[in-house]
């Protein structure tokens, strides 16, 4: 818990990288925290990537957060890993920085991460979509679960953020995907 009291410090940037199968949410929900972080007019970059990973089947999205300007999207070492396949873990485990967080949804995850340098966090998110019924939150669970150990943003400026990227049509989604980011911060939890 002594990350939280960093964020006192207006000089923070927290470098993100969301990874998973397509279709799991995974870019939306890196745009939806930028988003966030706009609405709280902080420095954003929002960058999603297709390399040749993408033809498994996996997409991932890089978002940086900060109150000073960003010099470069491109990043190789990371502060959060959010890895919601096992590829993902595997190719992004190396990839957070000593100290930093990794966040990893429990279903489908054969070998679970280990790393005495880093804070894993376990989330099963599926698990709860599925218990609320509505696999499309899975995402704002996610979201939750982040905010709750790395409150980048606040979970008001991701409500501001929701009705400014989400279609008029949508917008009565909202209490739901609201309700679903309250859950997240309830069921994270450190696996070491």
Request: with cysteine; charged share 20%.
């Amino acid at each position: 818990m002594g990350e939280r009291s960093n964020y006192s410090n207006s000089k923070m940037k927290k470098e993100i990288i969301i990874s998973g199968f397509g279709g799991q949410g995974v870019l939306s929900m890196g745009k939806i925290l930028a988003y966030s972080g706009l609405m709280e007019d902080k420095e954003v970059t929002w960058m999603p990537a297709y390399g040749p990973e993408q033809r498994g089947g996996t997409a991932n999205v890089t978002v940086i957060v900060g109150e000073e300007r960003i010099s470069s999207p491109i990043l190789s070492r990371y502060d959060v890993a959010i890895v919601l396949n096992q590829p993902s873990l595997d190719k992004f485990l190396p990839k957070v920085k000593p100290g930093g967080i990794l966040i990893y949804d429990g279903f489908g995850i054969m070998n679970p991460p280990t790393r005495d340098d880093i804070s894993i966090y376990r989330i099963d998110a599926m698990d709860k979509a599925a218990e609320m019924k509505n696999a499309k939150v899975f995402n704002m669970i996610v979201l939750g679960g982040l905010l709750k150990v790395c409150p980048v943003v606040s979970t008001d400026g991701l409500q501001k953020a929701l009705f400014k990227s989400l279609p008029e049509r949508h917008h009565h989604m909202i209490p739901l995907n609201m309700q679903a980011v309250e859950e997240g911060m309830k069921i994270i939890h450190p696996i070491q």
